[in-house]
């Protein structure tokens, strides 16, 4: 239990640490939502400083940021200046996008990579295991950007899948949604195969080298019981902690993944704030992405403390 | 099971791949800028061999005219190769200012690979800096230290990267932009690096040999360089090639979405946003060039760094 | 009138205190409590005592690498001329360097003198301890166990010490070799008086090389007699003890 007390401090320390620094940096920020306004001449100085100040924009900046400290524990992420509204709805529609995609590319990720990693560390030095390397290997160095547009180009010339968005027009049922969830969610699965393969196999592989494992296997115990009741629960351990360290990789592929197919996520509500200086907008996301990251690793660190009797101490 | 290949394969996929983007402009037929708007969105041009190569001349609508031909010269108007004017060689075809696509991804290459490994030298620097730090004395500040390192592993890469990259200015020239890009793509990545380096830095600090030298009378800096630095190249060199890609790819993502360096400077990141009109891109497919230029060298050092790891790690 | 010690030590304590800077602390450990002996110049202190009584931290502190919590250490020349030769002196080279660069590494933190005279002096202390200049290029790690121990001795001795603390440095050698360099020590102390405070856990040894035994138990010495006699004069029951327990004098 106390374990689970210290991360759980550990990821509050995250938060804060993560919070105060996007604050500070973006006090650095020269220039703000109304920087853009200042080249206009039709803009007067007293008209900028006088919607600044409405805004609370020339406020000091402790004051600010505990300002907006207290809006955080009320719920509230500050106002858009581009949207003109706050910022929490704005979040809030957008999380549900990449948690869907994120989910459904974790799920189809791992599905896939844990058979293939054990049947590669089952059938080391062979050459369809060595094939598979090499493919892995190519998988991986593919960027996601060329994947992606590589596929919506295909999509765009042979009109089988749609090339982008959440919906065509017209339609907003769910079968619709699969449709053009398919190709965001092929991008990210084949961008997480390649590492989450070559860990299972590793990991696999060293716990079928262990002691404990070659004992067994000389005892005569069959293959499939030696796999699924002694090797994967050790193979387990890091695999969890993977889980977990992947887990940044995931939500980074996502944003550009987002971006490029439409799909409305964080990702291209993220760029469009950056581009338009919305700052309270930039800064909730990257909170909420913090909170993801280190969400999923919390989770990661329970299943360790339920798995793993060592670390129950 | 020892990794495919070797050393060998990785670097003779590398070296060239690097040769030809560092002498850009002796290997690119044509300057990155260089226009032809009567040629907009040409194919490659066919090389056909008699047995010496030529080209053909081309149209407006970039179809080949047979009746004027054209021998493909080398060492011409100090460039590799090229052919006499009003004739064109197009490798890859031309984008929609009819600029040799190319040109473009040889020169390019050059912003890529030089944020990637300024970038990997940046980061490798902190992270030396910090670890050894962190790791020789020990006690509160290295605690202070890795926990402050933490905080930036807290945000997922692309957007601790974005979110660094949207509180500077936007419109800044390209030197400015390449020199940005580079201290904020190091920012993120050099934990792992400081990690490894104040480990071995804590486990060698307790060794007898550093212990002898710091009776002798040696302080901190004398200790770091003479016992600690030399054991640290390992560490830095498997770092550096896992880094370099991871940067690469990061310049061409951040270009990409148009928060690298901009116009006129050419990269391998705006060369691909400009494939995005899906419908030119189905017709024009070598406009992915510089995304297959990127995987190319991602693959190298994907492959170096295995091989390097595997070399560290043989039992696998 | 009779000449200064070497080296006075009054009164010396360490304690060690274990902060968790998180909160709470673990129990305070003395290390060392109220330790004073002195050393004339050209004599041999051995320290003996069972594992944990101090004898350690007592030889770091006399060569720096702890700084007491009370007491006085008074020795009548540089700091650099107390050397101290650790547990294994194999390991307290770095296997990359080369011999030379071992044996010159206190001249060189020290500041001292140009490279060739740094050579020269290599050299001479090579000779000193019988090894051959022959290994001043090679890198530690490829010399043998006994080249290594004579090569941390070189090293000590390059800075022309008055001192030199062994801490359970020959104790585990192969006899032979523990001979070996037991009569270097010995040699080299009748040429050039040097000092020697020999840290041991074994009473042979300790009585074979040194004019004066000094017994430690739980940070405290406990009794301090002439080595020659010893086995009559010695009082302290866990002197009594180590005698029984030693090989030689027990017979």
Redesign the interface.
Request: aromatic residues 10%; charged residues 10%; positive net charge.
């Given at each position: 239990m106390r374990y689970l007390a210290r991360r759980l401090l550990h990821g509050a320390?995250?938060?804060v640490?993560?919070s105060v620094?996007?604050f500070l940096?973006?006090d650095?920020?020269?220039?703000d939502y109304y920087s853009e306004l200042q080249s206009d001449p039709r803009v007067s100085a007293a008209t900028l400083a006088a919607l600044r100040t409405q805004n609370g924009l020339d406020r000091p900046l402790p004051v600010r940021y505990a300002t907006w400290l207290k809006s955080i524990g009320r719920g509230d992420f500050g106002y858009s200046l581009a949207y003109q509204g706050p910022v929490g709805p704005l979040l809030a529609q957008r999380i549900p996008g990449t948690l869907l995609l994120t989910g459904l590319a974790t799920a189809l990720g791992w599905l896939l990579s844990v058979p293939l990693g054990i049947w590669s560390a089952a059938r080391?030095?062979s050459w369809p295991?060595?094939s598979l390397?090499?493919i892995l290997?190519?998988l991986?160095?593919?960027?996601e950007?060329?994947m992606a547009?590589?596929l919506?180009?295909?999509?765009?010339?042979t009109g089988c899948l749609p090339?982008g968005g959440l919906h065509s027009p017209g339609r907003a049922d769910a079968l619709d949604a699969l449709r053009h969830l398919v190709i965001p969610v092929t991008v990210l699965t084949l961008g997480l195969l390649p590492i989450l393969v070559r860990h299972v196999r590793?990991a696999v592989?060293e716990a079928l080298?262990a002691p404990f494992a070659l004992a067994a296997a000389a005892h005569g115990i069959p293959w499939r019981r030696l796999l699924f009741r002694h090797v994967l629960p050790v193979a387990m351990n890091p695999l969890i902690s993977l889980f977990g360290l992947s887990?940044?990789?995931?939500?980074?592929?996502s944003?550009?993944v987002e971006?490029l197919t439409g799909w409305p996520g964080l990702g291209p509500l993220?760029?469009d704030?950056?581009?338009a200086?919305d700052?309270a907008v930039?800064l909730g996301?990257?909170m909420i992405?913090?909170a993801?990251?280190?969400g999923g690793n919390m989770v990661a660190d329970l299943l360790l403390y339920r798995a793993d009797p060592r670390i129950r101490g | 099971m020892p990794a495919i290949g070797s050393i060998r394969m990785a670097l003779a996929l590398l070296i060239p791949m690097h040769g030809v983007v560092v002498f850009a402009g002796f290997f690119a037929p044509y300057d990155y800028a260089e226009q032809h708007r009567d040629y907009p969105y040409a194919a490659p041009t066919g090389i056909h061999f008699k047995p010496l190569p030529y080209v053909y001349g081309l149209k407006g609508d970039s179809q080949e005219d047979r009746t004027r031909v054209y021998a493909l010269r080398f060492f011409i108007r100090g460039r590799f190769f090229g052919t006499d004017p009003p004739g064109h060689v197009f490798l890859l075809g031309t984008d929609g200012y009819g600029r040799d696509i190319f040109s473009r991804v040889l020169y390019g290459g050059r912003i890529s690979l030089a944020t990637g490994i300024v970038a990997t030298g940046w980061a490798l620097a902190i992270g030396l800096l910090w670890g050894v730090t962190a790791g020789f004395f020990g006690g509160w500040l290295d605690a202070v230290m890795m926990r402050g390192a933490e905080l930036f592993l807290a945000l997922p890469w692309l957007y601790l990267l974005l979110a660094a990259r949207a509180f500077l200015p936007l419109h800044i020239s390209p030197v400015q932009a390449f020199l940005l890009l580079v201290a904020i793509i190091g920012s993120v990545g050099w934990v792992r690096p400081a990690r490894l380096i104040r480990g071995l830095t804590l486990s060698l600090v307790q060794c007898p040999y550093v212990e002898a030298a710091r009776a002798f009378g040696g302080g901190p800096v004398y200790l770091i360089r003479r016992h600690i630095l030399p054991e640290t190249r390992g560490i830095l060199l498997t770092q550096a090639t896992i880094l370099i890609p991871y940067y690469i790819l990061a310049e061409v993502t951040l270009t990409f979405l148009g928060l690298g360096v901009g116009e006129p400077v050419p990269s391998w990141g705006g060369m691909l946003a400009e494939a995005r009109q899906y419908h030119t891109l189905v017709t024009h497919i070598w406009m992915l060039t510089p995304g297959v230029a990127t995987f190319l060298t991602l693959l190298g050092y994907v492959h170096l760094a295995d091989v390097l790891q595997g070399r560290r790690d043989p039992v696998r | 009138m009779p000449p200064e010690p070497l080296l006075t030590v009054r009164g010396l304590s360490k304690t060690f205190h274990q902060r968790r800077w998180w909160g709470g602390n673990a129990p305070d450990i003395t290390a060392l409590e109220d330790v004073s002996f002195t050393l004339d110049r050209g004599r041999t202190l051995a320290i003996v005592g069972p594992s944990g009584s101090g004898k350690s931290t007592l030889a770091r502190c006399l060569a720096g690498l702890e700084t007491p919590t009370s007491g006085e250490i008074r020795f009548s020349g540089a700091p650099v001329e107390m050397q101290l030769i650790f547990q294994q002196p194999a390991a307290s080279l770095n296997p990359r360097f080369t011999a030379a660069e071992v044996v010159e590494e206190p001249l060189v933190i020290q500041g001292r003198g140009w490279r060739a005279d740094r050579r020269r002096k290599a050299e001479l202390v090579l000779e000193e301890v019988g090894l051959p200049a022959s290994v001043l290029d090679r890198r530690s790690q490829l010399l043998s166990g006994g080249e290594r121990q004579r090569l941390a001795i070189a090293r000590a001795l390059v800075v022309e010490p008055r001192l030199i603390i062994l801490d359970e440095s020959i104790v585990g050698l192969d006899v032979g070799l523990q001979q070996q360099i037991a009569g270097l020590l010995i040699d080299l102390q009748s040429r050039s008086s040097l000092s020697y405070i020999l840290i041991s856990h074994d009473l042979d040894l300790a009585a074979g090389l040194a004019s004066e035994i000094a017994v430690m138990d739980h940070g405290r010495i406990v009794e301090q007699v002439p080595a020659a006699g010893l086995k009559t004069t010695a009082s302290h029951p866990l002197t009594r003890e180590l005698i029984a327990a030693a090989k030689v004098l027990a017979t």
């Open positions: 320390f995250l938060l640490g993560v620094l996007s940096f973006s650095l920020a020269p220039g080391r030095r295991e060595a390397k090499v290997s190519v991986l160095s593919i960027p950007l060329l547009i590589a919506l180009a295909l999509a765009v010339q090339a590793s592989s080298d887990l940044g990789s995931l939500l980074s592929a944003l550009l971006v993220f760029l704030a950056i581009f200086r700052y930039v996301v990257v992405s913090t993801f990251l280190i | - | -």
